[in-house]
Each structure stands twice: as C-alpha cells, then as structure tokens.
C-alpha cells in the first residue's frame, strides 16, 4: 500500500493553526470508521496536546458535501465571543462546502474571523473562491511508489507499506 502520512499530516495541521494565533481550534472530521480519518485525528489532538491545547469543539461531516455545511452551522451556532477561531476540515472538498457556509450564511470574513485548513490540496484549493491552505498528499509521487510495487510484485517480491510524507501549502484561507 501507498498512502500519505495521516498522522503527520494532522500534526501538522494543529502545528499551522497554533502557530498562527488560534486558540479556540475546532475539527470538522469525516467518516469516523475511515482509517485516513482517525489517523488525521489522532495527529491533530496529538499536536495540540503536545503544544498544551485541547481541541476545542468538534463534528462529523462523514464526507459528505450537505452533512459538512451542518457541521459548520453547528460549530460555528456560538455567541461572536466563543466561536472557533481556528478550523481543521479533513478533506478539501468539505472544507469548500464550510467555507462556502462561513462566508455566505454566516458572514465570517476567512482568515480575519476563522482560519481555515483542508487536507488533500485538491486541484481547486487553489481556486481564488477558495484559497485554501491545505495539507498536501505526494501524489505522484504515491502513483509512483504504486506502480513500482506492483510491477515488483508481478515478478514475485514481497508486498509493501509506504507513508509518504505530506506538505502543508499556505494559502489565503489561513494567511492574513
């Protein structure tokens, strides 16, 4: 198997959010029985503990577009003064969907009242709607790897595990 390093990749997601001045830090997660998802998660609480923090509020999207967008209506149905200031959203593609919520239903400006963080960096994070810093996955490096294995595997070697290491790309969604 080829995979990205979920683990890291949270880690490195709390990392960004803490360092940027977030304190209440919130997660959108996704489908909770998905491995990418409880790696992703174990990472960021992993980092926010290790930073002395506490995740401050959390909900399930499952990876779905409309339970994403209720998620952040939840999370965000808070008095001004105890909203989140910080959100990690475990795949892009939610992440558009909460963005699309803060900005048009409740009014949030991104970064200045919430900065927002995905996970995947999809072809359209970068998209100006969107400008969405995000951690990216190597894939081609991870087709690579895949291709290589497999190949080596038709000649008769033995099955392997990679975890690539993922890249956080700063965008507008998190920068000032």
């Known amino acids: 198997s080829v ?32 491995s990418t998802n409880r790696d992703r998660e174990f990472g960021f609480i992993a980092e926010l503990s290790q930073r002395k923090y506490s995740l401050y509020a959390r909900d399930v999207g499952h990876f779905d577009l409309e339970k994403a967008a209720e998620a952040t209506r939840r999370l965000f149905s808070v008095p001004d003064h105890a909203r989140p200031d910080g959100l990690f959203v475990m795949n892009d ?71 690539l290491a993922p890249e956080l790309k700063l965008r507008g969604s998190t920068c000032l």
């Open 93 to 163: 593609y939610m992440a558009f969907r909460s963005l699309g919520v803060l900005r048009a239903e409740l009014g949030l400006n991104v970064p200045e009242d919430v900065r927002v963080i995905g996970f995947d960096d999809v072809p359209g994070a970068a998209a100006p709607e969107y400008d969405l810093t995000s951690v990216r996955q190597p894939l081609n490096q991870m087709v690579a790897h895949a291709i290589r294995i497999l190949l080596a595997q038709i000649d008769g070697a033995a099955p392997e595990r990679i975890a």
């Open 3 to 34: 995979t990205t390093d979920n683990i890291k990749g949270g880690r490195i997601a709390a990392a960004h959010l803490v360092d940027i001045g977030c304190r209440r830090i919130a997660m959108l997660a996704g489908w909770e029985a998905a």
